[in-house]
């Protein structure tokens, strides 16, 4: 099935440092959501956007849904040993309850 | 929050035996329950989408006699993995939404299965 395209596939970064991904995609979507997937852990939704041009944050993270609709970025500001984990984008059309996950993005804080 | 609890965690079982896996929806009612499949560092791919009183729809290329799926409230549903094979092997990941699916999808903690 589709899948959404993430940028960078993974990253190594210091405490303290901000994190930059995005998720892009060939077709537009309604709603875009990003997730956290910690090891042997379902995934848990950090923000949900659901207007173009949207930006919302929850604490440090901020997420924009882009004007196009075809793409979505994550900010995360000042990361700590927590932040660490896979980042999961997903698309969701209007009317359509599936949801279509991205890549992936795998977060590693070197100490 | 809503949660979604899965039973079991994990399980180990011999290639050719059928295996239940069970999602429920602790503190809401799930008219719509999604069953997801996710191999080692891969993304999760969604294998059927289940709404409570009917048959499941199921994303193409999965085998719908293989990966039974049933929904029969509003606060549980069983997927059974029939004649499991190693290559079955995988985390499988449920996630309920109220409201006809058009809710947040709320996901479960997953079951690793493992089979020899």
């Known amino acids: 099935g589709q899948q959404l395209n993430q940028s960078p596939q993974s990253m190594f970064i210091q405490e303290g440092e901000d994190v930059s991904m995005n998720c892009t995609s060939s077709s537009i979507f309604n709603t875009w959501l990003w997730y956290k997937q910690e090891p042997g852990e379902g995934p848990v939704l950090l923000i949900a956007l659901y207007k173009a041009g949207e930006l919302t944050s929850n604490g440090r993270l901020t997420a924009q849904f882009g004007i196009t609709r075809k793409d979505s970025f994550l900010n995360i500001s000042a990361s700590i040993p927590s932040d660490v984990g896979i980042y999961f984008c997903a698309g969701q059309l209007a009317g359509n309850e599936k949801l279509t996950f991205g890549t992936g993005t795998r977060l590693t804080i070197i100490p | 929050g809503a949660v979604v609890s899965q039973h079991p965690s994990w399980v180990i079982c011999k290639s050719g035996t059928s295996v239940k896996i069970e999602c429920r929806s602790l503190d809401f009612q799930a008219t719509t329950m999604f069953w997801y499949r996710q191999f080692p560092k891969q993304s999760l791919m969604l294998m059927a989408t289940?709404?409570?009183?009917?048959?499941?729809?199921?994303e193409q290329g999965v085998e719908k006699d293989k990966f039974l799926i049933n929904h029969a409230s509003l606060t549980l549903s069983t997927l059974t993995v029939t004649s499991a094979h190693p290559e079955d092997s995988s985390f499988y990941i449920c996630s309920a939404a109220g409201q006809g699916g058009q809710e947040t999808q709320y996901f479960g903690p997953g079951t690793r299965l493992l089979v020899l």
């Open positions: 289940s709404n409570e009183g009917s048959k499941a729809t199921y």
